[in-house]
């Protein structure tokens, strides 16, 4: 085993040690020894690193090189570091570093080319001080000739440089601009797109002396991660002008650009298209694509497709602005139930991901350190397989991330990747019997392998969501007998933590005796009760209720520590039961390191309906919700329980049960904790949810494909569980009967199959939804509803999107105060045409078929 107690005192002094001995040398101090801060567990930095040229660095251990970290680790080569100003971080449990670029200064370039307005933005040339555009000065203005200014931050606050306007000739222009220096030098007379200078003629003039060589630098722009083609950006914002080039790598094969859409045309609203090249040969996407403020756009190069729109961002795409309604009914008090943050979940598709039985990436790691928690026969095995590892781990996510990017997917949500217990013959496959909050898994992996994580997903813009189980550690009654360590040192147990780290009130419902037959289930809805007492078995934290306990700043060190290795989001396990004001203390500090980090709850049975769970989301106490509800009131429509009439009342009533936050909220159709829709609907046999419905599978699937296209539209951030993307289904019945019911709804991974329709239409409106602001946070309004029909529309000022579901028989409807514009308009999914006249649409609608418009 990989922890025991006669390791304690070797942990506890090489714990105590990280966080003081460490040392920064590089070039930037002759190698000497700078003693680095302790930033949070097992890590130390140091910020505003400066490097007037671009050198190297190396972590050392006790400031006398006797140990120090490189490249390759222990004794490893230099890293290098570019010129700059860095921060500067080393993880000292994995021997991995951060280094980041302190500049926080967005230049301008304002001049005749742009009518002198703000965002069009130079663009940083690799880790250097040399920022550059290439621009088409086609001519001057009533002032003068072809010239410009670059303006730090925009807004013409006397900072700008030179103090007089740069003169150049008319033309294509590359210009240069060392910030720390502030020479600009520029060439002029080029080629369409910078790519040549025309003639021998070609110079390069400058407006401060002796500064040629600030432009030699250029030639350290990144060429992996810039195209060898020129992508333009033409749209209102430049009168859809050729010339506005993307140019910031943010990732494999793709770009980035940030541009202010203050105002429309005589066409329509603010909107853009991307031009390869320029002369819109073969310009993407097909409709022009809305925009709105300040909007930040990736493309991917390779495939020539949007990858994300962030639309609505304050100056220079620093942070979400807020925006003004979010239903139909919203009242004055709405406007703060829109206030996005800078990362705004309400524009990714989330996944989640059982982590052990999605994708096996090393089966050396299988056995773990308790082999007999391990199955040999998984699936084929009987119930008590079904409760050990199976081998997946984040290494097979890493090898799928791909396949979730395709699907469209922007966050992953992953079960605990926390250490969980090493003893007896059922495993901690589900990640929520932890032992250890600061060690990963060895099931799953390593600290590596997290930091490898977070760099893939990084690339292909996704955010880390974990899952992590503020509510208790292990069983009280067996096994490890809630065993606590850090960092594999051990700290208490259920024994001896009773009234300190834990809570001995005895289980919820268990009426105080030890006899089973007893119960009290009326605990359930006491907040005393399912807040002070534990969770079935499982050891329960005491947390403060002014003040942090013990076992609260346990937690929340942990998460922090997570969070320095990529986390950027958490979902909180079982918040019913967790003390209200530890939810704000730790939402609080999870917040004061990222601002804009995500978190939702589990509370079962939550939404709108449900008192008390509404009650604790408009505290506002720093967590949404998952919204069962919802999910209940879209399972029962589309299983023929109840009417499409049903569901949109339900819809209608979440923005006043949540005050207006209902687009924050999480939704979705299946998870971990219930029989899966797709079973549901097609077995005759008894499932959590009573009988089930006798469905043949292909209408059983296309019924669950409405119940998706429903999550994936509606207010809220959606959120799919592993295999609904491939109608997965389990039959066999647990120990209670229950058909595919826990642990049967945790099956193997079906396929990774990519031309399943419910794979492509998750697709399409996981695109759909990073690109429309309507999708993302617009108003609900029903348009249409019948028992079998659903039409309602999201709109968000000028963006407009409609949806359509239909259940029943195959029929036409006419439907009247659409919010979309007279065309004709194919289908998102599918290939129907409707055709929309004075705001009036006619569609045809097969039995089970989505129609969604844009």
Request: hydrophobic content about 35%; some cysteine.
């Amino acid at each position: 085993m990989k922890h025991k107690h006669i390791l304690l005192p070797f942990l506890l002094m090489a714990s105590a040690g990280a966080q003081a001995d460490w040392y920064l040398r590089g070039t930037h101090n002759s190698w000497g020894a700078t003693p680095m801060n302790a930033a949070g567990t097992n890590t130390v930095e140091l910020t505003n690193v400066v490097f007037a040229a671009a050198g190297s660095i190396k972590f050392d251990r006790y400031g006398n090189w006797t140990e120090s970290y490189g490249v390759g680790g222990l004794n490893g080569s230099n890293i290098s570091v570019g010129q700059g100003t860095w921060n500067i971080k080393f993880f000292t449990d994995t021997n991995h570093w951060s280094i980041t670029s302190v500049a926080s200064v967005n230049y301008h370039l304002r001049g005749t080319f742009n009518s002198w307005a703000e965002g069009t933005l130079l663009t940083r040339v690799g880790t250097s001080d040399v920022y550059e555009s290439c621009q088409n000065f086609v001519g001057g203005d009533a002032t003068g000739g072809p010239r410009f200014k670059i303006d730090p931050n925009g807004g013409w606050g006397g900072d700008a440089v030179p103090a007089a306007d740069y003169t150049v000739a008319t033309g294509w222009v590359k210009i240069s601009f060392n910030s720390s220096t502030k020479a600009i030098t520029t060439q002029q007379n080029l080629a369409a797109n910078c790519g040549a200078a025309i003639s021998s003629s070609a110079s390069s003039t400058s407006s401060v002396a002796n500064t040629s060589t600030s432009s030699a630098t250029s030639s350290t722009t990144n060429s992996s991660s810039v195209a060898s083609t020129q992508f333009h950006l033409r749209g209102t914002h430049n009168g859809w002008a050729e010339g506005d080039l993307f140019a910031t790598p943010s990732g494999t094969n793709q770009l980035e650009i940030c541009r202010n859409f203050s105002a429309g045309d005589a066409n329509g609203g603010p909107r853009f298209k991307v031009d390869p090249n320029g002369g819109w040969g073969d310009a993407f996407p097909a409709a022009d694509q809305a925009a709105n403020g300040w909007t930040k756009i990736i493309i991917n190069t390779s495939s020539r497709t949007l990858v994300s729109i962030t639309a609505n961002l304050a100056a220079n795409c620093g942070a979400i602005t807020s925006s003004s309604t979010s239903s139909a009914s919203t009242s004055t008090s709405s406007v703060s139930s829109s206030i996005a943050t800078a990362d705004d979940f309400r524009a990714r598709t989330m996944y989640f991901v059982f982590v052990d039985r999605f994708a096996n990436g090393n089966t050396a790691n299988d056995n773990g350190s308790n082999s007999a928690a391990t199955s040999t026969v998984k699936s084929a095995g009987a119930q008590s397989e079904w409760k050990k590892y199976w081998g997946g781990d984040i290494a097979g996510l890493i090898s799928k991330l791909d396949y979730l990017q395709s699907l469209g997917v922007s966050a992953i949500w992953v079960t605990p990747l926390v250490d969980n217990i090493n003893v007896g013959n059922e495993g901690g496959y589900h990640g929520y019997w932890a032992r250890d909050f600061y060690a990963v898994d060895e099931h799953l992996g390593d600290w590596a392998l997290v930091d490898e994580l977070d760099a893939q997903m990084e690339a292909r813009g996704m955010k880390l969501v974990l899952d992590i189980a503020l509510n208790h550690s292990n069983q009280d009654d067996q096994y490890e007998f809630g065993a606590l360590y850090k960092d594999g040192a051990f700290l208490t147990d259920f024994a001896s933590g009773k009234g300190t780290w834990y809570h001995a009130n005895g289980a919820i419902s268990d009426c105080g005796d030890t006899n089973p037959a007893t119960t009290c289930n009326t605990e359930w809805d006491d907040p005393w009760s399912f807040r002070n007492k534990s969770l079935f078995n499982l050891t329960d934290f005491n947390h403060g209720t002014s003040s942090n306990s013990i076992a609260d700043q346990y937690l929340i060190d942990a998460a922090l520590k997570w969070m320095d290795h990529g986390v950027d989001a958490f979902r909180i396990d079982a918040i019913k039961h967790i003390e209200p004001s530890f939810i704000n203390r730790f939402s609080a500090a999870v917040r004061a390191k990222k601002a804009d980090t995500y978190i939702f709850g589990e509370w079962y049975n939550a939404g709108a309906g449900d008192s008390l769970s509404m009650s604790f989301l408009n505290e506002r106490r720093g967590s949404e919700l998952l919204d069962f509800k919802l999910r209940d009131a879209i399972e029962n429509a589309i299983a023929g329980n109840t009417t499409m009439v049903n569901l949109s009342s339900h819809i209608l009533s979440r923005p006043g049960a949540m005050n207006n936050f209902e687009d924050q909220q999480a939704i979705f159709l299946d998870n971990h904790d219930a029989t899966r829709t797709s079973v549901y609907l097609q077995t005759t046999g008894t499932t959590n949810r009573g009988n089930g419905k006798g469905m043949t599978k292909s209408f059983a699937d296309a019924r669950q494909n409405l119940g998706m296209a429903l999550v994936m539209t509606l207010p809220g951030v959606p959120t799919i569980y592993y295999g609904t993307e491939q109608n997965s289904t389990w039959f066999t019945a647990n120990g209670d009967g229950q058909i595919g019911h826990d642990p049967y709804n945790r099956e193997p991974q079906p396929s990774f199959n990519q031309s399943t329709p419910a794979y492509t239409l998750i697709s399409a409106l996981a695109n759909l939804r990073k690109n429309s602001v309507a999708i993302q946070r617009g108003t609900y309004a029903e348009r249409w509803s019948t028992a079998d029909i659903l039409v309602f529309q999201r709109q968000e000022g000028s963006d407009c999107a409609v949806v359509a579901v239909n259940r029943g028989a195959a029929a036409t409807i006419t439907v009247p105060n659409l919010c979309l514009a007279n065309s004709a308009y194919t289908s998102v999914v599918g290939t129907d045409v409707v055709n929309v006249t004075s705001g009036s649409g006619t569609f045809n609608l097969s039995q089970n078929e989505v129609v969604v418009l844009h």
